[in-house]
């Protein structure tokens, strides 16, 4: 025990007890930070698809992660979880995240999100489409915020609607809309599931 808590093992112990800290930190972060962004989306929605695959409108298909309908129409959300400053402008084709830890690049996000909300408004076309990158807690544009760019409060203050009465009145005249891109997902499962089992010819019996 006395050999164990020598002064030669102390510095080894503090770096330890240092990593551990940060780790259940890293943890409790995250952990809040997911919890909290399950709430917003849960308060400005009132109904969401995840992870869906849907035509392009150009003989191909495009996945979109978060599709929410809100009492403004539709609205598509990509989730980017980064802590650090984050420089990136609408011109730039690559953002760079910079913390304590370290420096990193990522492909400009614009250019995707437009894709998708393009394929949607041409399966709904007469309903507002809208998108928005949503930076999570931990993430600060000190140089300005690009287009489209939203943290959780101003996702919350955008699309939130305190009238639920007059909500429900929207929601209502949307939901057909809504249904056609759930059919749409449908069909492209469907579509890739026949094209599967084309291309695994047919089984041979014994």
Same mark, same amino acid.
């Given at each position: 025990m006395d050999?164990?808590?020598?002064? #030669?093992?102390? $510095?080894?112990?503090?770096?330890?007890?240092?990593i551990v800290i940060l780790a259940a930190w890293w943890l409790y972060r995250r952990r809040r930070g997911g919890n909290r962004l &399950?709430?917003?989306?849960g308060e400005i929605s009132h109904d969401r698809i995840e992870a869906m695959v849907i035509p392009n409108g150009d003989d191909g298909e495009i996945q979109i992660d978060h599709l929410l309908l809100t009492s403004q129409g539709l609205l598509i959300v990509d989730i980017k979880d980064v802590a650090g400053t984050v420089f990136g402008s609408d011109k730039m084709n690559e953002w760079?995240?910079?913390?304590?830890e370290r420096r990193y690049t990522f492909q400009n996000p614009q250019e995707a999100l437009y894709d998708r909300v393009a394929a949607v408004r041409h399966i709904?076309? &007469?309903? $507002?489409v809208e998108g928005?990158?949503?930076?999570l807690d931990g993430a600060e544009f000190t140089k300005g915020t690009p287009n489209l760019v939203s943290n959780l409060d101003e996702l919350l203050a955008?699309?939130?609607? $305190?009238?639920?009465? #007059? #909500?429900?009145?929207?929601?209502?005249?949307?939901? $057909?809309?809504?249904?056609?891109?759930?059919? #749409?997902a449908l069909g492209t499962q469907v579509d890739q599931m026949f094209s599967s089992d084309q291309k695994s010819g047919p089984h041979s019996r014994s």
């Open positions: 050999s164990l808590l020598s002064s #030669a093992n102390l $510095p080894t112990l503090g770096g330890i007890a240092i &399950q709430r917003i989306l760079t995240v910079i913390s304590n709904v076309r &007469q309903v $507002p928005r990158i949503l930076f955008e699309f939130g609607e $305190p009238d639920k009465a #007059a #909500a429900k009145f929207k929601i209502e005249a949307f939901k $057909p809309h809504w249904d056609l891109v759930r059919k #749409a």
